[in-house]
């Protein structure tokens, strides 16, 4: 059959909703993708609205005049479930589910014929190198590789404490949005990565427990550190001091829940803190609270609590993206296990060879002789 398309995210949903969630680790992007475009449809989600998620509701008309969000999936000859899908939105790179090269070649003829203006492509790495040539050969672009990642999945808690920096994580206030937003803007510019508004973005992920900083204790000041030295013994109670101040280091943004999966799509930590395993001990507590199901009022202690709101406990694994330049051993002292690997591929217009310059012959020879001899002067 091939590909079938629709900008009627329902009717996608029924076709490759139970696809898309049988591999959910693997096809976490595409479902977070159709979950934002479900939120900016209904309305209950400025942020994803905002982000340039433009849906419609079977039989009506969409109500922004620019290109819309489309949905496909690969139907296969013999009339099986799909094997694969698709979420194009103009403004962002073309998504892609399915592990046959021939899937990706073919939806390339299949926008071609539509109309549509494809950037850039993020699929498994076969898929989206048949993606690309095919594509570049019918709308004359260039291939540029921008990035190629690893797909890593932890379906349990267990095994993941290890030594690491003394610190505790914290859930995002409203009073680190500034902090919050400075932060994304840098990783969006060190990841070269498109970003909105990250003023907005940052409150979006206050609202709902989506950002979780590390944090450690501040260093004593000189003074209060050389009192602790004096032989006076009440110089060396720290009670006196108070609680000890801590201050952010890292931190790690989650994607909501969808399918029973939630991603970490962030980790960021400042170049002055970094190389002492901030973001390491970050990624491992906030994994394990999010399997833990570590959500206001269920007991859970301290700071962990209200990582995602009321919504972790809906989460059974925790999926992560990384470049592919990481050992794989990274994620295997995490407690990770590998499942795939995707390529993020980005198209630009064809520059050619550079013009040859214009043949100007050879240049005049200026003349040559004796040098004229000097008049003696007298004395």
């Not at 073919?106 to 040539?133: I, M, N, S, W």
């Not at 709308?139 to 690893?150: E, I």
């Not at 680190?176 to 970003?195: K, M, Q, V």
């Not at 550079?354 to 007298?378: D, I, N, Q």
């Amino acid at each position: 059959m091939g590909w079938r398309t629709t900008f009627d995210l329902d009717e996608f949903a029924a076709a490759a909703g139970g696809y898309l969630r049988s591999r959910a680790a693997e096809n976490t992007l595409l479902l977070s993708a159709a979950q934002a475009a479900q939120a900016a449809r209904d309305g209950q989600d400025g942020q994803a609205g905002r982000a340039g998620w433009r849906t419609r509701v079977a039989g009506q008309r969409a109500e922004s005049t620019g290109p819309e969000v489309l949905f496909g999936w690969w139907e296969p000859p013999d009339g099986g479930e799909p094997r694969g899908a698709f979420v194009h939105d103009p403004a962002a790179p073309l998504l892609i589910a399915g592990k046959a090269p021939e899937m990706g070649a073919a939806l390339a003829g299949t926008l071609a014929k539509l109309g549509r203006q494809v950037f850039g492509v993020d699929a498994p790495t076969e898929v989206a190198d048949a993606f690309a040539a095919a594509w570049s050969q019918r709308a004359g672009t260039t291939v540029r590789a921008h990035k190629n990642c690893r797909v890593y999945r932890l379906g349990a808690p267990q095994g993941m404490e290890m030594a690491g920096p003394a610190g505790r994580l914290r859930c995002a206030r409203a009073e680190d949005r500034a902090l919050l937003a400075d932060w994304l803007t840098a990783f969006a510019a060190e990841a070269n990565e498109r970003l909105g508004s990250a003023s907005d973005l940052a409150a979006d992920l206050i609202s709902r427990g989506g950002a979780v900083f590390w944090e450690v204790p501040q260093r004593p000041s000189r003074i209060r550190d050389a009192a602790y030295h004096l032989p006076i013994p009440l110089h060396r109670d720290p009670a006196q001091f108070g609680d000890p101040v801590y201050q952010p280091v890292a931190l790690v943004t989650l994607t909501r829940p969808v399918a029973g999966t939630v991603r970490i799509s962030m980790v960021y930590t400042p170049p002055e803190r970094r190389h002492h395993g901030y973001a390491t001990a970050l990624t491992v507590a906030v994994s394990h609270a999010v399997l833990a199901g570590t959500g206001p009022g269920n007991g859970a202690s301290g700071h962990a609590r209200g990582v995602l709101g009321g919504a972790s406990g809906l989460v059974n694994e925790v999926v992560m993206i990384t470049d592919k330049n990481r050992s794989d051993r990274w994620g295997g002292r995490l407690g990770y296990q590998l499942v795939g690997e995707r390529a993020v591929l980005r198209f630009g217009p064809v520059t050619g060879p550079m013009p040859r310059a214009h043949t100007t012959g050879a240049m005049p020879r200026l003349p040559t002789g004796p040098l004229p001899r000097l008049p003696r002067l007298r004395r």
